[in-house]
């Protein structure tokens, strides 16, 4: 086939499977097999694309159609403008999260600061804050072995090693290894989809592991754990930005309250709804 009439052939399929953007993601798809990028389409379109690229495409564009998630099968994903590894067993880095992420840039004001990325994944929090503080320390725990493996790889590809110190564990475990009054801030986007929910997620979200998602029957079993285990663990004036879900700004604003930390706030997102909270510990 030639690459127009794979290219039409592509979007009419990922069109058919209601997938709501089938032209970009064709786009995506044939810059990863065939290499060719948009600009260079046109001057291509006419010629045969090879039948070994063409035979794999078109297998990711019937995966791709089967609800398969875009980011598995590119290999890859950006997040603020960091190129991260992602697969199977890792949790897909979202836009969400750079709403966590930029309120903690704003309320940070130290130089050279400890951090902690609680429940790290693929790294995308971790590595971000890396570009943007070079000089700080970081830490970044995770328990899968799975999102282990590419947080660790993320670190390394994206020049981070001597930022950021990876923690393999559980993180109602791992808090026993500081001080109190050790981190200037903790950042973090838990798993926080109630248990019962988790079913009725959408057929990408399924693909990916359920330990990211799953916040236990209240989906709060994670902001629990960190109010009372990490909270401590923050200097006086630390701070503390959570993603949370769009319908838990209220809860999460009210545990950490009761944990006593100050300045609580809820940070929308574009579309309006309660996407972070952050907090200042007094
Ligand atoms: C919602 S994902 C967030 C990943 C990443 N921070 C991001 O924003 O893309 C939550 C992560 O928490 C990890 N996790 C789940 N339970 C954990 C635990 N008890 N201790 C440490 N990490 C855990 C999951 O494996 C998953 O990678």
């Known amino acids: 086939m030639t690459y127009d009439e794979i290219i039409r052939t592509a979007v009419k399929a990922l069109e058919y499977s209601g997938n709501e953007s089938p032209e970009y993601e064709v786009r995506e798809l044939t810059k990863h097999f ?23 495409f078109f297998e990711a564009v019937r995966k791709r159609s089967e609800g398969y998630p875009l980011q598995y099968i590119l290999g890859s994903w950006t997040f603020m403008d960091c190129e991260l590894e992602v697969g199977e067993g890792v949790l897909i880095p979202r836009d969400d999260t750079e709403v966590c992420v930029r309120a903690f840039r704003e309320m940070l004001n130290v130089s050279s600061p400890v951090i902690i990325d609680l429940c790290s994944g693929s790294g995308a929090i971790a590595v971000s804050l890396a ?16 999102a282990f493996t590419y947080l660790e790889r993320n670190v390394r590809s994206n020049g981070a090693e001597a930022i950021v110190r990876t923690l393999k564990g559980d993180i109602s475990e791992l808090y026993q290894q500081f001080e109190d009054g050790f981190f200037d801030g903790i950042i973090s986007n838990p798993p926080y989809i109630r248990t019962e929910e988790l079913p009725h997620l959408q057929k990408e979200v399924q693909c990916e592991p359920a330990m990211a998602l799953d916040g236990g029957t209240d989906g709060l079993m994670f902001y629990r754990i960190i109010c009372e285990k990490w909270l401590p663990k923050l200097k006086k004036g630390g701070i503390v930005s959570f993603e949370t879900g769009e319908d838990q700004g209220a809860q999460v604003c009210s545990l950490l309250e009761k944990s006593g930390a100050a300045n609580v706030r809820i940070v929308k997102d574009i579309s309006g709804l309660d996407r972070t909270v952050t907090a200042v510990m007094q």
């Open 34 to 56: 065939f290499g060719v990028s948009r600009r260079d389409l046109y001057a291509v379109r006419n010629k045969q694309a090879d039948s070994k690229t063409e035979n794999a």
């Open 131 to 146: 570009r943007s503080y070079p000089d700080a320390e970081i830490f970044a725990a995770e328990l899968s072995d799975d």
